[in-house]
């Protein structure tokens, strides 16, 4: 029904940047939050930038002022700006999609992920 598909991803240097895309299909519903999650090798998925449908935007700390998140509700489009990328940036990166009901109830979708490697 939601399908979440990630492009973008590459190799870079430190200090350069990339651009990833995240393109869902399927129903987003009225309330919901997307973002961007990454996990790096041997490390558990940690979450990078969310944006929810009233304009709250979240980062981690380790990513403020470097990564810039936006949403394109008509073409149900969110992307992930990230500028001055350092070695500790490189991971799997996945795109999430969170409806939530009017009871709260928040359900996941979940794209195949893009790598993101920064090598110097």
């Known amino acids: 029904q939601v399908q979440l598909v990630e492009s973008g991803g590459g190799v870079v240097q430190p200090g350069e940047s990339l651009t990833l895309t995240c393109a869902i299909t399927?129903?987003?519903?009225?309330?919901?939050?997307m973002g961007w999650y990454r996990q790096a090798p041997g490390k558990q998925r940690e979450m990078v930038a969310t944006?929810?449908?009233?304009?709250?935007?979240n980062y981690a700390d380790s990513v403020k002022g470097r990564f810039t998140i936006s949403r394109d509700n008509a073409k149900k489009l969110v992307t992930l700006q990230m500028d001055n990328l350092q070695p500790e940036d490189t991971a799997v990166y996945y795109c999430?999609?969170?409806?939530?009901?009017?009871?709260?109830?928040?359900?996941?979708?979940w794209g195949q992920g893009t790598q993101v490697t920064v090598s110097s």
């Open positions: 999430n999609l969170a409806r939530i009901s009017r009871i709260g109830d928040h359900t996941n979708y």
């Open positions: 399927g129903p987003i519903g009225g309330v919901n939050r």
């Open positions: 944006a929810t449908n009233d304009g709250t935007i």
